[in-house]
């Protein structure tokens, strides 16, 4: 398959970890921010094939894993209410809050639906004019801009039963805070392409620049992720600090100009609670006031705070380090309850649960040699 399987070839990769051990003369930690990354990087076991001077950190681009407690409960309160069809990409489904999840919501009768796209809720939405629909936006630049299309296009058709979650977080802002971090030990970073894609990477060169750390923009195949480990180590190698793109068969400097164009007319910028970092400036999405009142927040505003708590399935927990993990200051492997108490059929944490999750990644892969 084109753009597939050459990026699968392992005598390419083969000659991408040998490039690489010519290169290295010292030690360095490399982050990759995307959770897709992280999959790549354990499934094929790149990081086994890298030389051991080499650290990859996982990152926190797992939207499901940062997404705060505070709003995931919110969701657990919507959903739970008779009037309401709650709709939620499948991730979201089986993460804890404080007490319980969407699924347990589901099984106790709330209105839970799962859906592919916020495009699809607003479908529901003009099917069931007698109910009030939400759709939960989680996610990074990626997934924005289609939230960012059902918001104007249920604006402008003034479906008035439909409204969002909006969780929705910035990249950029986080890589900031590890950076700042006193516990940083990330010397250069893999972009996450499809990030890019969407919203080019001119805002980058700032952060290369000001924390003289070194930026590949790099895609999702084991080539891309050994193309982007190699860029970065060069850099570093040679005491640069600058901003690469080696995924250019998707992203352009600019990006996508419609679809930024769509989240301004939509969206402002405005402070998010992020697992693991806490609330970063100007790292979340919230609406801009023609469409504020498709806010589910404040829509329901007056019934969240009064709402009777939910039934405990759940037991809460503070064995849970994900905090740390998605800071990359830990391994899932580290964390005591990993393949024990905490597993895909009983998670305690949103990286066990979501297909981008780091600890979902040690677990389907590498649960065998950590047990
Ligand atoms: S293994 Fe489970 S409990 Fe441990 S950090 Fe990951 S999600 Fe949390």
Redesign the pocket.
């Known amino acids: 398959m084109k753009y597939v399987s050459e990026y699968r070839d392992e005598a390419v990769v083969q000659d991408y970890v040998a490039e690489i051990s010519a290169l290295v003369t010292r030690p360095w930690s490399l982050m990759e921010i995307c959770g897709g990354q992280t999959h790549t990087i354990i499934k094929y076991g790149l990081d086994q094939l890298l030389p051991p001077s080499i650290t990859l950190i996982h990152g926190p681009g797992c939207p499901v894993c940062v997404t705060d407690m505070t709003i995931i409960d919110q969701a657990l309160t919507l959903a739970a209410q008779p009037e309401i069809i709650f709709c939620s990409y499948g991730d979201m489904l089986r993460v804890p809050g404080t007490s319980t999840d969407l699924l347990a919501v589901k099984a106790q009768g709330g209105d839970v639906r799962m859906v592919y796209s916020p495009l699809d809720a607003l479908t529901l939405a003009r099917k069931h004019p007698d109910r009030q629909v939400v759709f939960f936006a989680v996610g990074f630049e990626t997934t924005a801009p289609a939230t960012a299309m059902a918001v104007y296009q249920a604006h402008q058709q003034q479906v008035n039963n439909f409204s969002v979650l909006l969780a929705h977080v910035l990249v950029p802002p986080a890589m900031e805070a590890i950076l700042s971090s006193p516990d940083c030990q990330v010397q250069a970073f893999l972009a996450a392409g499809h990030v890019c894609t969407v919203t080019g990477y001119a805002g980058y060169h700032q952060i290369a620049a000001r924390y003289h750390t070194p930026i590949v923009v790099t895609g999702f195949e084991p080539v891309d992720i050994l193309q982007g480990v190699y860029l970065c180590l060069k850099q570093l190698e040679t005491g640069h600090a600058q901003v690469e793109n080696q995924y250019g068969r998707s992203v352009q400097p600019q990006g996508n100009l419609p679809a930024q164009q769509l989240m301004n007319e939509v969206f402002q910028i405005m402070p998010r609670v992020w697992r693991g970092l806490g609330t970063l400036a100007q790292s979340g999405l919230g609406l801009r006031k023609p469409y504020a009142d498709l806010d589910a927040q404040l829509r329901f505003a007056d019934r969240l705070p009064n709402l009777p708590l939910l039934h405990a399935l759940t037991p809460s927990?503070n064995?849970?380090?994900?905090g740390l993990?998605l800071q990359g200051l830990k391994k899932?492997h580290e964390?005591p309850?990993?393949g024990t108490?905490?597993c895909p059929e009983h998670?305690?944490?949103?990286?066990?649960v979501s297909s981008e999750?780091a600890?979902a990644a040690y677990h389907r892969y590498r649960a065998v040699a950590f047990n």
């Not at 064995?319 to 994900?322: A, F, L, P």
Request: charged share 0%; net charge neutral.
């Open positions: 927990n064995t849970c380090i994900s993990i899932p964390c309850a990993f108490q905490c998670p305690l944490g949103a990286p066990m999750g600890c």
